[in-house]
């Protein structure tokens, strides 16, 4: 029940998947496995799959760290968003991209759980979609180091505190990739 009007139909986001962000991150290969999986069924159904790219000083547009990983592969008629800030709607071009396919819900998946991931999340739930995380469908590194807690008890965190958001209008949730539908009235 999006607060956007006219916008009934949902999209897939796949943010961030690449090499150099992936690079050791939590239960990857089963995340690339539910996001192809997701991938799938998105196309099977005629959901557009929007893809979001990310760079930065540290993650250098056009280096093998910034390309996609090899497992997931975007048609070419499938949206590609580039962006520089975690929150994938800030100073890009999405909001324009899912208005002109009628999006007013999101399926989230992808890279840093922490960062990019949480950023989108609020971002789209503050700008009016529906967001549903797939809670199996989204990683991040080990920065335990810099005092974060365990990958494994970030993603649980994100998956448990998504479940339970909701705003005016708006809807949110976190479901598993076997729960994922693209309709909210399908969803366990």
């Known amino acids: 029940m999006t607060t956007l009007s006219d916008r009934p139909n949902s999209a897939l986001l796949v943010i961030d998947v690449q090499n ?3 690079d050791g991150a ?3 290969d089963e995340v690339l496995a539910n996001i192809n999986t997701l991938v799938d069924k998105a196309r099977a159904e005629g959901v557009p799959v929007v ?3 990310h760079s930065s000083d540290e993650l250098k547009s056009g280096s093998e760290g910034w390309e996609y990983v090899p497992e997931l592969v975007r048609r070419d008629s499938e949206p590609l968003v580039h962006k520089k800030y975690g929150d994938s709607f800030e100073a ?13 819900r999101l399926v989230v998946t992808g890279a840093q759980t922490d960062a990019c991931v949480r950023s989108t999340l609020h971002g789209g739930l503050v700008r009016g979609y529906d967001v549903t995380l797939v809670g199996d469908a989204h990683t991040t590194q080990d920065l335990t ?4 807690p365990a990958p494994a008890e970030v993603i649980a965190h994100t998956n448990l505190y998504w479940q339970y958001q909701s705003a005016p209008g708006r809807t949110a949730g976190t479901v598993s990739t076997s729960e994922a539908a693209f309709t909210a009235a399908e969803e366990g």
């Open 51 to 53: 893809w979001v790219q």
């Open 26 to 28: 939590h239960n990857r």
């Open 20 to 22: 150099q962000v992936v």
């Open 92 to 104: 890009t071009e999405l909001e324009d991209v899912l208005a002109e396919h009628g999006v007013g």
């Open 145 to 148: 180091k810099y005092g974060a």
